[in-house]
């Protein structure tokens, strides 16, 4: 009999030394206005990308992936949630002067929450947008140990910004005075707090969440090796919008060269990624580390941006706010080393709204109590027990309301809905039509039929975020 508790001491002392019984670090780059066509893995030509490229060969991309919403604030509530915006709490950009957006109400569970539930350090830095702080959905209550960046999204229309928040102190940057000034450029400060986050929680489980601002309008980038790069490579279209100094508002800057610009922040977002990487490399992380980047939604068009002529929405319709694919269907890469097979493509249709089971289940956390997603971690381990999807769904409260589904190989839109339930709805068939040009709703009414059902079962009211008319 003495033989069993030594043979237990082996097994014990073998899981901690390979670190099978240890939680996994997981890391979330949560892109801003990134099309799916603006990285080399997708099949951007004219802006380099080798960090994220490596990533995707170390990894698995997925070509079927999608946002929460076409725009910042419900994507991400879709995705911190796990619900779509049929069920999600913020289901459109609402603006809170002086500052802020419409806050998580109280009573709101995020992943992030359930996390530190399971004893993981919790860290975001980059853009909030889901709560002011002190408010409901301040991100300090929302799971989150540490936070650093942009609270207010409108706020993060400027690189060079009059403050940033920590924690729940207003950071004043002296070098940008009322915009008068371009001296601290803001994604490199978040930068080095996050990666200060991985230096001090190498002992812990981390949750790292890096809501970048880049490369979202407006359009501005230093002066340095990555511009300089550009600068000169494309002819250019010149923007005329709000300049840094005494008449400047917190809309976009002007830019003479906004395409070298965008590429260049492509790139410094690359950069970015490296260092991230970098650091999970050198405190011995990285092996035992869920690595995912993705964007809110898809290419954006403000500040002088020119997805056409960076092909940013790849072979798709649309851009930002449409619920076409080229607004809603995003880059996702994942590397996970010894668990993801390398160079690994999925066609998996998956949502923001799965991020939250699929985290929570690798994490060995509790899952969410209301959720609309299905864990795609069975995919990402290359089992075939994969649940799917019956369909994907999304609303939109701009532009006279938009719904939006994928089901199958269909996807059906409706345009000018908000009240009103009777609008036509579109129907393409997404293998033969990947760009939406071709609505065969005529030909197919059982589809409408079907779509109708769905957009209505799919969706409760919201007093905070009234569609109506369902």
């Not at 600068?231 to 919008?241: A, L, N, V, Y």
């Not at 059902?453 to 369902?470: D, L």
Request: include cysteine; hydrophobic fraction near 35%.
């Amino acid at each position: 009999m003495r033989k069993y508790p030594l043979l237990f001491g082996l097994v014990l002392l073998s899981v901690c030394l390979f670190g099978q019984s240890k939680k996994p670090n997981i890391v979330l780059i949560l892109v801003d206005d990134l099309g799916y066509g603006d990285l080399g893995p997708y099949g951007q030509k004219k802006i380099e990308t080798p960090t994220i490229d490596s990533l995707a060969k170390k990894g698995m991309l997925f070509t079927d992936f999608y946002a929460g919403a076409p725009v910042c604030a419900p994507s991400r509530s879709a995705l911190m949630t796990g619900q779509h915006t049929g069920h999600t709490y913020i289901r459109g950009n609402k603006e809170i002067q002086p500052e802020g957006q419409e806050p998580l109400a109280q009573n709101i569970e995020t992943f992030a929450m359930a996390l530190k539930d399971a004893g993981y350090k919790t860290g975001a830095f980059g853009k909030w947008g889901l709560g002011m702080v002190g408010t409901s959905g301040d991100p300090l209550k929302k799971g989150f140990d540490e936070f650093y960046g942009y609270n207010c999204q409108r706020q993060s229309h400027r690189y060079y910004p009059t403050h940033l928040w920590d924690n729940d102190q207003k950071v004043e940057l002296k070098g940008n005075e009322n915009l008068m000034k371009t001296e601290v450029y803001a994604p490199e400060l978040i930068q080095q707090k996050a990666l200060t986050f991985i230096h001090n929680y190498r002992d812990a489980p981390i949750f790292l969440f890096v809501p970048t601002v880049l490369p979202h309008a407006e359009l501005i980038v230093p002066d340095d090796e990555i511009f300089r790069k550009y600068d000169g490579k494309f002819e250019e279209k010149p923007f005329k919008g709000s300049p840094y100094g005494p008449n400047a508002s917190s809309g976009y800057t002007s830019q003479e060269k906004p395409r070298a610009t965008f590429a260049a922040m492509v790139e410094r977002l690359d950069q970015q990624v490296l260092q991230i990487l970098g650091a999970l490399e050198e405190e011995g992380m990285l092996e035992n580390t869920i690595f995912i980047l993705t964007s809110d939604n898809g290419s954006h068009r403000e500040g002088g941006a020119d997805p056409d002529f960076f092909n940013s929405s790849g072979p798709f319709r649309g851009n930002k706010r449409d619920l076409y694919e080229g607004g809603v269907r995003v880059p996702f890469i994942v590397q996970w080393p010894g668990k993801i097979k390398e160079n690994s493509v999925s066609e998996h249709v998956a949502a923001f709204w799965d991020i939250a089971p699929t985290l929570l289940e690798a994490a060995g956390a509790k899952q969410l109590k209301n959720t609309d997603g299905i864990s795609f971690l069975p995919t990402l381990l290359g089992k075939k027990n994969q649940k799917q999807h019956e369909y994907l769904y999304w609303e939109f409260h701009e532009q006279g309301g938009k719904q939006g589904i994928r089901m199958g190989d269909y996807k059906a839109i409706r345009l000018n809905a908000k009240g009103n339930p009777n609008a036509e709805i579109a129907i393409y068939h997404l293998p033969t039509d990947i760009a939406e040009k071709n609505n065969i709703a005529e030909k197919h009414p059982e589809l409408v039929e079907k779509a109708k059902k769905i957009m209505k079962k799919a969706r409760t009211e919201s007093e905070v975020f009234p569609f109506s008319g369902q």
